[in-house]
């Protein structure tokens, strides 16, 4: 971003980032449907999460934990993704947009201070729907993984999983089309 982009979005009134922040919500809801449309895009990649981390850098940490905890429960209304995967996902989308925005307006002004705030989020993040999926499982009497949260896609299960359960995929790119086409996955 350049600095009078950021000037910008730092001394905005609260209708201009509550404006901006809408827009990153739609966003949050039309990227995923448009790589899931593609089975080999949509399979490995859910973009859900972008929205967030750039309304934090834009508007601030307020602004982009409401984006990144409402996006994943409004997207679950639609049936993508379910509430039991939405849930982990609305807290670990809150914990990039607050920390990405928090430590962009903390850090010195340097060059490298968008790349510390963002891998800070994203890390912060996995660890908060680990914390999260772990309460969960324990609410739920399943068992859950440590390793899980390094090794998951988007929706914290392996290709073997969605391959046993083709609709469980956050963002409906499981590997298997939204209209019945399935792929071979591996």
Known sequence: MNNAATATARTASPVRKLTYSALFLALAMVLPFLTGQIPEIGSMLCPMHIPALLCGFMCGWPWGLAVGFIS????????????????????????????????????PKTGWRIYASLISAMVAGRLVWGLVKFLLAGLQ????????????????????HLAAHPHSHPCGGNGAHKYGARRVST
């Open 72 to 107: 994943p429960l409004l997207r679950s209304m639609s049936g993508m993704p379910p509430i039991w995967i939405a849930i982990p996902m609305a807290f670990e989308m809150a914990t990039y947009g607050a920390i990405a925005g928090l430590l962009y307006r903390k850090l």
């Open 141 to 160: 009497g399943t068992e859950f993984s440590l390793a899980l949260p390094l090794r998951r896609g988007d929706d914290g299960y392996s290709r073997h």
